[in-house]
Each structure stands twice: as structure tokens, then as C-alpha cells.
């Protein structure tokens, strides 16, 4: 038996929701929040100056964000004696800056967590691993290798980001690709958190 009684009222509870998950969020990962927020930021002004998004992630694949307004068209046409209506939506040549907003911090997450696991990959296949099963941020091998397995992709992880500070290299890519006048308008990187990053390596349940 459904709780609610109709889909509008799911709706306004999940908006309730939604709400309540969002603050708390706000202020569990506060600096997690403080980057999403100037990732945001930063997109906006990218596409204030008509410039796509495009960085390079810890493994050298370079990540290209460019989404664009869409333009529906709207086909009504007759065929063996009925109306067939038709929709069809491309892709205009305007960036649009709420896609670009919305998209870039979940797309800088995953850009660094598929390096992360292809580092992961790279270090367990020298250590003789050859059995993976892997989605997004999950990582499966045969039980007998699964001890040394979640070592290596601790390491690799806290190596990673140990490395380079991604915040820093990608606000200077972005530079190099923004025109002189809309640099200066670009917001200062978020400050860091008390995070111990050696502490990973210690961390019972990191990754699933």
C-alpha cells in the first residue's frame, strides 16, 4: 500500500525531503559543499565568456564539458491516413550555464574516480592481480587477493590526490583557456579542510 495518496503529494514529500537532505548535507561535508558551490561558480563564468569546460584528470585523459542549449522542433505530419506528430530536439550553438553548472561538480567527481580506479587497476595488475570487477567506486576480486586488493586502492587513492592538488591545477587550466577580462572575475579557491589524508590508509570501510 502507497503511503500517499497521489503522485502530487509524493511529489511535495519528496521536495520535503530533498530539502531537509540537502541542509544536512550542507553541513555534515562542509568543504565538499564550499567546492561544489565554486565549481558552480566557475562554470557560470565560463560560459559568461562562451568557453566550454575542458581539464585533464590525474591519469592525463583530458575531460571535455560542453553542453548546449537544445532547440525542440515540432513535426505534425499525415501518413497512411493518420496524424503523426513528431518532436525533434538539437543541439543549438549557445552553451547552456545551468547544464553547465548543475553537471560540473558530478562530472569532475567521477572524472577522479576513474583515474582512481585506473591507477588502482594499473598497481594490482604489477602485484599479479588479474581479476576485477569494477562499478564507478566499487571494486570486486577473488577473495583470496581481496586484503592486498583494498591496500593498493587506498594507496592509489591518497597517492592520487597526495600528488597534485586538483583544485589548484584545474583553476589554472581553466585560466589558460579564459579570455584576460573574465579571469579576474574568477572566485579564490575554496580553503581546505582538517582532512588527514594518511588516515585512509587506515580507514575500515573506504570504497565499496
Known amino acids: 500500500e ?22 544536512s548535507i550542507g553541513e ?5 559543499r564550499e567546492a561544489m558551490k565554486w565549481l558552480q561558480a566557475v562554470a557560470r563564468i565560463c560560459t ?12 592525463g585523459f583530458v575531460a571535455l564539458q ?8 515540432r513535426i505534425k505530419t499525415h501518413f497512411n491516413g493518420t496524424v503523426i506528430k513528431y518532436r525533434s530536439v538539437e543541439e543549438t550553438d549557445q552553451i547552456d550555464p545551468n547544464k553547465q553548472a548543475s553537471a560540473l561538480p558530478p562530472n569532475i567527481v567521477h ?9 588502482t587497476i594499473v598497481a594490482a595488475r604489477a602485484e599479479g592481480i588479474r581479476s576485477f570487477a569494477m562499478i564507478h567506486d566499487s571494486y570486486g576480486t ?11 586502492l587506498r594507496e592509489c587513492f591518497v597517492g592520487m590526490y597526495e600528488e ?11 585560466i589558460s583557456q579564459l579570455p584576460p577580462e573574465f579571469v579576474d572575475k574568477l572566485p579564490p579557491l575554496p580553503a581546505k579542510g582538517s582532512l588527514d589524508l594518511a588516515e ?6 573506504f570504497f565499496a
Not at 555534515?28 to 565538499?32: M, P
Not at 585512509?200 to 570501510?205: F, I
Open 66 to 73: 560542453d553542453y548546449r542549449k537544445p532547440s525542440d522542433r
Open 2 to 23: 502507497q503511503p500517499f495518496g497521489d503522485k502530487k503529494e509524493l511529489r511535495k514529500a519528496q521536495g520535503y525531503l530533498a530539502k531537509l537532505v540537502w541542509e
Open 142 to 152: 577473488h577473495a583470496a587477493d581481496t586484503e592486498r586488493f583494498s591496500q593498493i
Open 111 to 119: 572524472s577522479l574516480d576513474a583515474s582512481a580506479m585506473m591507477r
Open 164 to 174: 597534485r592538488d586538483f583544485l589548484e591545477h584545474f583553476r589554472d587550466e581553466i
Open 28 to 32: 555534515v561535508v562542509i568543504k565538499s
Open 48 to 59: 559568461a565568456a562562451g568557453v566550454p569546460i575542458r581539464w585533464t584528470t590525474p591519469t
Open 200 to 205: 585512509v590508509l587506515r580507514s575500515d570501510y
